[in-house]
């Protein structure tokens, strides 16, 4: 077997002591701990390569171990063939490809000098490991939020039925301090995603530049290496927050390593230790987690000083941005078009927007206390927010003109109406409103009665009221008629019991007899 080379340190070493400290052969075996016959053999090889000392700075290892071994260099030159490795890796990207294949189609090409088949595998798997490069990355104070969730659950038992619950545990860590917080939540759907932000953003005190979320679809709405389209309600939380989203590129879990590892700490040092313990409610379960989270970012570092949380203290605490004076509160944004009704419809019930909007879409924004409705970046309605399914919560502004009239047709309205006329037109609407089943059969007859006194005044209207009642025919058309016949300006003594005849209104070509509806 050969005799293993010494590293170039020692040889240096072996020239400097003998060449500048002047130690005999022994004396370097003894301070080097090799054996004499290496001395000798090291410093024979010096003489033969012509090497003196100091040796030339610019002379490179590799270079120096040529000159002391020629007969070895120049055997190991190119006595095997080194495979095409790039173009290895491509072909085995095909199902059918295999290495044994290649290898062989490799040593029929360089039979007398290619590698055995292991050898081959094996500097294949060397070259491979090379291409895969990985950037240390180096996180600045206050920048970054690195967020996920863990694979694992954790139950939760109803303590009345005994149904068990998973919940899902949401995991936040600082760049620079490794500060983490964990959280247990029902889902990961869009709400609990959020709500999870805004209890992390209180743990910490603060708010960091940026926050580096995983693709999932409460964060994510639709994946690019390059622009991802962040969800707009997560969106949404970044403005209330001023917080920059960043979203890892999908298929690379490196650009989110500091939550990777986050997660597997939460899982082995609180999950791990809580797993024999049963919880009844969300809440036991978060009050568990946050005294183990306590004690876990008070731990010690293994290789660095101090903890988690005076590294915190230190580097993120100081720079982190101000907390808005209130926290988000989490709404749902939807897509809606407006219907011919001038109402969008939202949880089953239905809010009123501008009439001119209709068959538009605008954006729904629904809180758990208020519905806010934006077209085109501009709030244009605003509702409290009803549970009720089926019912409709109508602004009097947004409706048109001739509605918001219509709506405000009433008895009660219509009666002080005629009041302010006179106490005559008030008693031929009181009969108009009596005389149908249903009030509202009369309305359109009672505005058509009133809008007389556009025409004719007040006065005027409300005397051929009187009449009308004097005649026993307080109708509109008997109104109307009275009115363009000028009869109302005749005075006529109410104690005549024949002032039907005296004022020949049958005879007159306007009023029609009792026939007339038969």
Not at 46 to 65: F, K, M, N, T, V
Not at 71 to 100: I, M, N, Y
Not at 310 to 322: C, M, Y
Not at 363 to 392: D, F, L, T
Request: proline share 5%.
């Amino acid at each position: 077997m050969a005799k293993k080379r010494l590293s170039m340190r020692k040889i240096k070493d072996i020239l400097r002591l003998r060449h500048e400290a002047g130690l005999s052969y022994r004396g370097i075996a003894q301070a080097l701990n090799i054996g004499y016959g290496t001395v000798v053999d090291y410093l024979k090889r010096a003489d033969q390569a012509g090497l003196s000392w100091p040796i030339p700075e610019e002379l490179l290892e590799r270079d120096l171990g040529r000159m002391l071994f020629p007969s070895q260099a120049a055997t190991g030159q190119r006595r095997f063939t080194e495979p095409d490795f790039p173009q290895v890796h491509q072909e085995l990207k095909q199902k059918t490809v295999t290495k044994l294949l290649l290898w062989q189609e490799y040593r029929q090409q360089y039979p007398d000098n290619g590698y055995s088949y292991a050898q081959f595998c094996h500097r294949y798997l060397e070259w491979l490991g090379c291409q895969q490069r990985s950037m240390r990355q180096i996180h600045r104070a206050g920048e970054k939020l690195f967020v996920d969730y863990c694979g694992p659950t954790m139950a939760v038992v109803n303590p009345d039925t005994g149904e068990v619950r998973q919940a899902q545990i949401f995991v936040a860590v600082m760049g620079a301090s490794s500060y983490t917080f964990a959280r247990a939540s029902w889902s990961q759907n869009q709400e609990d995603w959020l709500n999870a932000h805004v209890q992390a953003f209180e743990f910490l005190g603060g708010v960091p530049e940026v926050v580096v979320p995983d693709n999932l679809k409460s964060a994510v709405r639709k994946t690019h290496r390059y622009e991802p389209d962040i969800n707009p309600a997560y969106q949404q939380l970044a403005q209330h927050y001023q917080v920059a989203v960043v979203p890892a590129r999908p298929y690379k879990p490196k650009d989110k390593s500091k939550a990777e590892v986050a997660v597997q700490i939460v899982e082995r040092w609180i999950m791990a230790r809580l797993r024999h313990q049963t919880f009844f409610t969300l809440a036991s379960l978060n009050q568990a987690i946050r005294f183990l989270l306590d004690d876990l970012n008070q731990r010690p570092f293994k290789k660095l000083p101090g903890s988690r949380a005076s590294q915190f203290k230190q580097l993120d605490q100081p720079v982190l941005k101000s907390l808005p004076a209130t926290p988000y509160q989490y709404a749902d944004i939807k897509q809606a078009r407006v219907h011919i009704d001038y109402h969008i419809e939202y949880d089953k019930h239905y809010y009123s927007v501008p009439h001119h909007l209709v068959k538009q879409a605008v954006e729904v924004q629904a809180s758990s206390s208020s519905i806010s409705v934006y077209n085109k970046g501009q709030r244009v309605a605003s509702h409290p927010r009803s549970y009720r399914q089926g019912a409709h919560s109508t602004c009097a502004e947004h409706m048109p003109q001739a509605h918001r009239a219509m709506q405000e047709w009433s008895s009660e309205r219509f009666l002080s109406w005629a009041n302010e006329i006179g106490a005559e037109t008030r008693e031929v609407v009181n009969h108009l409103l009596q005389e149908k089943r249903h009030q509202e059969q009369s309305y359109r007859r009672i505005l058509a009665l009133l809008s007389n006194a556009k025409k004719y005044g007040r006065e005027r209207l409300n005397k051929a009221c009187g009449r009308a009642l004097l005649i026993n025919s307080p109708t509109r058309s008997s109104v109307e008629s009275i009115l363009k016949q000028g009869l109302d300006q005749i005075v006529v003594e109410r104690h005549n019991h024949h002032v039907q005849e005296e004022l020949c209104l049958d005879h007159h070509e306007n009023i029609r007899g009792e026939d007339y509806y038969h």
